[in-house]
T-cell receptor, first 115, second 114 residues
Framework: GAGVSQSPSNKVTEKGKDVELRCDPI?????LYWYRQSLGQGLEFLIY????????KSGLPSDRFSAERTGGSVSTLTIQRTQQEDSAVYLC?????????????FGPGTRLTVT | KQEVTQIPAALSVPEGENLVLNCSFT??????LQWFRQDPGKGLTSLLL?????REQTSGRLNASLDKSSGRSTLYIAASQPGDSATYLC?????????????FGTGTRLLVSP
């Protein structure tokens, strides 16, 4: 079946502009995660959605970052007033959570470059 | 706070060698541990997942072991091939970080030469 998909695959934006990154999880997966992978920082957790529960936003680095998940499926990560330090690969993952292994499946990522 | 460390950071071997990648973690109260592979410019591919109650998992030439009490996991790759060249990441779920996120190591960059 289809895996996790993300769009765009690459995004170049000017400092100060807003960007939206999209994630389509695996059908039927109730949990969705966003991570960021940047040079020198490794992979870091950003936000977690589980069903209809309030998201865990504890990993968002600043209030310029926000995310939503519509209809329990597609998620959008929005970065406002982008800064050069936001340049990174943004990875989305999804998993089942009921009676499962909680195994996370990752998308190909969106490479964001802020000039 | 969970910390995950991987040693070595980089490894270069000739084709055909057997090799071991190491992963250690500070909080042993994990739910599971996953090993991933990442090719340059690509996302993460899950290789093996070991539940906290398990000691090892095998898939083809890959074998992952888990010693929860000592906070260690190893990924054994048998008869390495050039196509195995990639970065290998381990990540834990559970413990004091709950089920909301994986905590990743910094990875081992593997190069297998023909």
């Amino acid at each position: 079946g289809a895996g996790v998909s993300q769009s765009p695959s690459n995004k170049v934006t000017e400092k100060g502009k807003d960007v939206e990154l999209r994630c389509d999880p695996i059908s039927g997966h109730t949990a969705l995660y966003w991570y960021r992978q940047s040079l020198g920082q490794g992979l870091e957790f950003l936000i977690y959605f589980q069903g209809n529960s309030a998201p865990d936003k504890s990993g968002l680095p600043s209030d310029r970052f926000s995310a939503e998940r519509t209809g329990g499926s597609v998620s959008t990560l929005t970065i406002q007033r982008t800064q050069q330090e936001d340049s990174a690969v943004y990875l989305c993952a999804s998993s089942q959570t009921s009676g499962s292994l909680y195994e996370q499946y990752f998308g190909p990522g969106t490479r964001l470059t802020v000039t | 706070k969970q910390e995950v460390t991987q040693i070595p950071a980089a490894l270069s071997v000739p084709e055909g060698e057997n090799l071991v990648l190491n992963c250690s973690f500070t909080d042993s109260a994990i739910y599971n541990l996953q090993w991933f592979r990442q090719d340059p410019g690509k996302g993460l591919t899950s290789l093996l997942l070991i539940q906290s109650s398990q000691r090892e998992q095998t898939s083809g030439r890959l074998n992952a072991s888990l010693d929860k009490s000592s906070g260690r996991s190893t990924l054994y790759i048998a008869a390495s091939q050039p196509g195995d060249s990639a970065t290998y990441l381990c990540a834990t779920l559970g413990g004091d970080t709950g089920f909301q996120k994986l905590v990743f190591g910094t990875g081992t960059r593997l190069l297998v030469s023909p």
